[in-house]
C-alpha cells in the first residue's frame, strides 16, 4: 500500500499468485527422499464465500465443473476448502486441477476471496503434514499438527531447510499460522 | 482480470476536502502567529513534542487507559485463529491481540504504523457477538491499523493541540498587557487568543469530519476483506443496541477514547450534534455497508 492509499484511507484488496503453485510437483520429491514424508493425493483449496448472487452462481459453476471430484466443506472460521483428492502419485495433476479452481475464483473478480491452498503429505509413523500456499505472499510454509492443537515445530523447520531450494518459503515466521482442522489432514 | 473491489470516490473526494482545509487553516494560522509577532517557536515545540509522544506510545497509552492485556495464541485460540486468517488475505503482518476486562462491547486498534500495532476487544464484545460478527469487527479494526489512521489523526490534530497551548500561553502570559505603547487597538495577547480560539473550533469540526470520513472507509475495506458487508452490518446494529443499554457510569469513563472506537460510547441523553461526533450514524454507515453488499452480488 503506497502512501496515498494510506491518506486517502482506502486499501486495494490483494491480488493472488497462482503460478507458483506448479513448484510443488517437485518439491514433494525433494521432500519424500530427504524426510519420508510421501503426498497423500489430497489437495484443498481455502476461499472466503462472498455473500449475493454473483459468488453462488460462481461456486456453483466450478463444482460442476470438477464434477464430484471436489467436495467442499465449511471450517469453524466460516471459511470454505474444495477438497480435491486425486492418486497419491500423481502430484502434477493434483496441482493442475487446484490452479483449475483457482483460476475460475479469479476469473470471476473473487481472486481476493483466496485464503490458502494446502497439499497433504504422509509417512508410515502417522506423521503429518501439509505444505501451505499463501496466495496474497506467493510463499509455502509447512504446517506439522500434533494433537491438542500444538505443532512440531521442529520438523516444519527441518522441512524448511529441505524445501528452500525448491519453493519460496515465508520468510516471516509470524505468518506461518496453525491451519487447524483443515480437511484432508 | 476483472475485480468486485471498486473504490468510493466520493468518500475520497470529500476526504481531501477536509485534509486540504486543515491544512490551509494551518499555514494562514501559523501566519497569524508571525505576523502578530508572537515568538511561536517555544509553542511549537511543546506541541511537537506532545505529537512524537501521542505518536510513538499511542499503542501503550491506549492500551493502558483501556486495561487491555495482550494475550497469546494459546489463551485466546479462537481470537487469534480470526486474525490470522484477515492478515492472510490482506497480506499484512499480524497485529498484538489484547482482550480488555469491560462490559461495554467494543474493539479498538491502535499503534502508529503495520509494526507496532495492537488489536483489542473487551470481554464485552467477544460475550455478545457471533463469531462471524466478531470477524466483520476485526478486520474494521485491522483497515484502521492498514489505513494508518493513528498516525493520520494524531498528525491531523497536531493544529487543535497547538491552537489550544497558544489559548493558555495568551491567557497566562501576557493577556491585556500590549507590547507598543503607541499601539491604540487591542492588546497583541488578546488578539491571539481570540485566532486561537477560532482555529481550535475550526480545526476541531474539521478533525472531527475527517475522523468520521476515516470510519466509513474502514467499514469499507472491513466489509471488502471479510466479503460479508451485511454481518458487518449486523455487528453494528448489536453494539449500537446494546450501548444504549449498559449503565452510564462506564461509558462516561470510555469517552475520551471514542476516537479509535468500533462504536462511539456516548451515553444517552447528551449524544452530540452530529457535528461534533467522531463516528458516522448508524444509518449513514447501514447505508454504506449496503451499497457494497450490492456491488458484490452484482452477477
Not at chain 2, 479509535?260 to 444517552?268: E, I, M, R, S
Request: glycine share 10%; net charge neutral.
Amino acid at each position: 500500500m503506497g502512501w496515498l492509499d494510506v491518506i486517502l484511507g482506502r486499501s486495494k484488496p490483494v491480488r493472488p499468485n497462482l503460478d507458483a503453485l506448479f513448484a510443488l510437483p517437485s518439491a514433494a520429491v525433494t521432500l519424500q527422499a530427504a524426510t519420508g514424508l510421501a503426498p497423500t493425493g489430497v489437495g484443498s483449496v481455502s476461499f472466503r464465500a462472498a455473500e449475493g448472487s454473483a459468488f453462488a452462481t460462481l461456486s456453483a459453476d466450478v463444482k460442476a465443473l470438477l464434477g464430484d471430484r471436489v467436495e467442499e466443506t465449511r471450517d469453524e472460521y466460516g471459511y470454505s476448502w474444495l477438497v480435491v483428492r486425486r492418486d497419491p502419485d500423481a502430484v502434477g495433476d493434483l496441482v493442475t486441477e487446484l490452479h483449475a479452481v483457482n483460476s475460475s475464483l479469479e476469473g470471476a473478480g473473487f481472486g481476493p476471496s483466496l485464503l490458502c491452498s494446502l497439499v497433504s503429505f504422509a509417512d508410515p509413523q502417522q506423521r503429518r503434514l501439509a505444505v501451505v500456499y499463501l496466495y496474497k505472499r506467493g510463499t509455502f510454509y509447512p504446517f506439522v499438527p500434533l494433537p491438542g492443537h500444538t505443532r512440531d515445530t521442529a520438523l516444519e523447520l527441518q522441512v524448511r531447510g529441505v524445501l528452500a531450494g525448491e519453493l519460496r518459503i515465508e520468510e516471516d515466521l509470524g505468518r506461518w499460522f496453525p491451519v487447524w482442522g483443515a480437511p484432508g489432514l | 482480470m476483472s475485480t468486485r473491489f471498486a473504490s468510493d470516490r466520493g468518500l475520497t473526494v470529500r476526504m481531501v476536502m477536509t485534509m486540504f482545509l486543515l491544512g490551509l487553516l494551518y499555514v494562514v494560522f501559523v501566519g497569524a502567529l508571525i505576523a502578530l509577532g508572537v515568538r511561536a517557536l517555544g509553542v511549537l515545540l511543546i506541541a511537537g513534542g506532545m505529537l512524537l509522544v501521542q505518536y510513538f506510545l499511542s499503542d501503550r497509552i491506549a492500551l493502558f487507559a483501556m486495561g487491555g492485556r495482550e494475550v497469546s495464541p494459546q489463551e485466546a485460540p479462537a481470537l487469534h485463529g480470526l486474525i490470522d486468517r484477515l492478515c492472510a488475505m490482506a497480506d499484512m503482518p499480524k497485529p498484538r491481540v489484547a482482550i480488555a476486562d469491560s462490559d461495554v462491547p467494543n474493539a479498538f486498534a491502535t499503534g502508529r504504523d503495520r509494526q507496532h500495532s495492537v488489536v483489542c476487544v473487551t470481554t464485552g464484545i467477544l460475550r455478545r457477538l457471533e463469531p462471524r460478527e466478531l470477524e466483520g469487527v476485526l478486520a474494521h479494526e485491522l483497515s484502521h491499523v492498514a489505513h494508518r489512521d493513528v498516525a493520520v489523526m494524531t498528525i491531523a490534530s497536531f493544529l487543535g493541540i497547538l491552537a489550544g497551548l497558544m489559548t493558555r500561553f495568551a491567557l497566562y502570559s501576557g493577556l491585556g498587557r500590549s507590547r507598543d505603547s503607541n499601539q491604540g487597538g487591542l492588546p497583541i495577547g488578546l488578539i491571539v487568543m481570540l485566532v486561537s480560539i477560532a482555529v481550535y473550533a475550526v480545526s476541531f469540526l474539521l478533525t472531527r469530519a475527517l475522523s468520521r470520513y476515516r470510519e466509513l472507509a474502514a467499514d469499507r475495506a472491513g466489509a471488502l476483506l471479510t466479503q460479508q458487508p451485511s454481518v458487518l452490518a449486523s455487528a453494528l446494529v448489536k453494539v449500537s443496541g446494546e450501548m444504549a443499554r449498559i449503565p452510564t457510569r462506564d461509558l462516561r469513563e470510555a469517552e475520551p477514547f471514542n476516537a479509535f472506537y468500533f462504536a462511539p460510547a456516548l451515553a444517552p441523553g447528551k449524544a452530540l450534534a452530529q457535528l461534533f461526533s467522531t463516528h458516522p450514524p448508524l444509518e449513514r454507515r447501514l447505508e454504506n455497508l449496503e451499497k457494497i453488499s450490492a456491488q458484490l452480488g452484482k452477477g
